[in-house]
T-cell receptor, first 117, second 114 residues
Framework: AQTVTQSQPEMSVQEAETVTLSCTYD???????LFWYKQPPSRQMILVIRQEAYKQQNATENRFSVNFQKAAKSFSLKISDSQLGDTAMYFC??????????????FGTGTLLAVQP | GAGVSQSPRYKVAKRGQDVALRCDPI?????LFWYQQALGQGPEFLTYFQNEAQLDKSGLPSDRFFAERPEGSVSTLKIQRTQQEDSAVYLC????????????FGSGTRLTVV
């Protein structure tokens, strides 16, 4: 079974600074996807960034980038130039490669990020 | 619609009461998921539909939980004889097909059982 671990329950960063959120996972699969989702107080889970395991290049989306270390099973999220609107819960999630009956997401327990003015 | 719509947004139920939670996915989305998110935790998978077929219900915690999607669009999650441990946010998500691009989530229903 796959598991996702986020060891930082809370993080704080000053506005305009850079912060890195950690995520490790455990799987015996070779092909899979990894995601970071943001959940603001509105509760809606918003996709921040995704990484395909077979791609060595780290994914980047504007101020958000990941450091994907497949051998170490590590998938950290770096947020550059932090903004007040980045304040939210951040969840790391794993999905097996599509092809099975259920492509469910397996989530970590989340990291609460507070951006301070 | 433009997004995944869930109703009600909040529900307070007395212990033992039956509740029904509704999910309206994005039009044309084939895949639909229900997740349960306890306070301070990440979402946990409950069940999966492909059109009207419930292909996986392995995450449903007990036989008090029942989900349906009779016409392959709107889905209802029903909880019978609610108990305090059922208190959580119930999230619905949909996608066009079952892909590795993640899903679009709704804003959830917060269920409080008193």
């Amino acid at each position: 079974a796959q598991t996702v671990t986020q060891s930082q329950p809370e993080m704080s960063v000053q506005e305009a600074e850079t912060v890195t959120l950690s995520c490790t996972y455990d799987t015996s699969e070779n092909n899979y996807y990894l995601f970071w989702y943001k959940q603001p107080p509105s509760r809606q889970m918003i996709l921040v960034i995704r990484q395909e395991a077979y791609k060595q290049q780290n994914a980047t989306e504007n101020r958000f980038s990941v450091n994907f270390q497949k051998a170490a099973k590590s998938f950290s999220l770096k947020i550059s130039d932090s903004q007040l609107g980045d304040t939210a819960m951040y969840f790391c999630a794993f999905m097996k490669h599509p092809g099975g009956a259920t492509n469910k997401l397996i989530f970590g327990t989340g990291t609460l990020l507070a951006v301070q003015p | 619609g433009a997004g995944v719509s869930q109703s009600p947004r909040y529900k307070v139920a007395k212990r033992g009461q039956d509740v029904a939670l509704r999910c309206d996915p994005i039009s044309g989305h084939v895949s639909l998921f229900w997740y349960q998110q306890a306070l301070g935790q990440g979402p946990e998978f409950l069940t999966y539909f492909q059109n009207e077929a419930q292909l996986d219900k392995s995450g449903l915690p007990s036989d008090r939980f029942f989900a349906e999607r009779p016409e392959g669009s709107v889905s209802t999650l029903k909880i019978q004889r609610t108990q305090q441990e059922d208190s959580a946010v119930y999230l619905c998500a949909s996608s066009l097909v079952s892909t590795g691009y993640g899903y679009t989530f709704g804003s959830g229903t917060r269920l409080t059982v008193v």
